[in-house]
């Protein structure tokens, strides 16, 4: 593994990013240290946040609970509106973040209706509530002026789930 040394104004910076009251490293004297154990949980979930790392996805598995459900959803959301404010920018930049985040979206619902995951997905809530999620994901041709909308639909899905997903028992 290669080391690496990050200067003063590096760290900083990352700092910058985490609340003044718990930043993510403190300086004591010429080296830096992690401020807390979970420094690496919250650097991966800020790198999540502000779109550098993608979420770990859902897997069809007996353990998958309504709580990761909600967190991979609110993922899609904060992706879906990151990308919506990238638009004013770069739209041509923000129509291929959208592909790739419906390409995301795609590919975990393709997981949640093949015929070799139906008996576990039928048969644990938070799996049926993510599927309804999708279900609610209506979205139109892919072109410039719809791109709105389509990130739109994110938001609108996340409602549904909201109001009626959670409640989906097992």
């Known amino acids: 593994m290669e080391e690496y040394t990050l200067t003063l104004n ?19 004297g010429n080296e830096f240290k992690a401020s807390s154990s979970d420094w690496k949980e919250r650097l991966t979930a800020k790198g999540i946040e502000k779109g550098y ?5 859902i897997i069809v598995t007996k353990d998958v609970t309504m709580e990761d459900i909600a967190k991979r ?27 790739n985040l419906y390409r995301e979206q795609d590919s975990e619902y393709n997981e949640l209706t093949l015929a070799q995951n139906k008996q576990i997905v039928n048969s644990l809530g938070a799996l049926r509530a993510y599927r309804g999620y999708f279900g609610h994901l209506h979205f139109i041709k892919n072109t410039y002026d719809n791109l709105s909308w389509n990130l739109g639909e994110f938001s609108q899905a996340q409602s549904w789930f909201n109001v009626f997903g959670k409640d989906i028992e097992d």
């Not at 919506?84 to 592909?99: E, F, R, T």
């Open 10 to 28: 590096e760290i900083k910076k990352i700092n910058s990013y985490f609340p003044d009251d718990k930043p993510l490293f403190v300086v004591d």
């Open 53 to 57: 790392l993608e979420m770990e996805r």
């Open 73 to 99: 959803i609110q993922y899609f959301t904060d992706r879906a509106n990151e990308i919506h404010v990238l638009i004013s920018k770069d739209k041509a930049q923000a129509k291929q973040k959208y592909i």
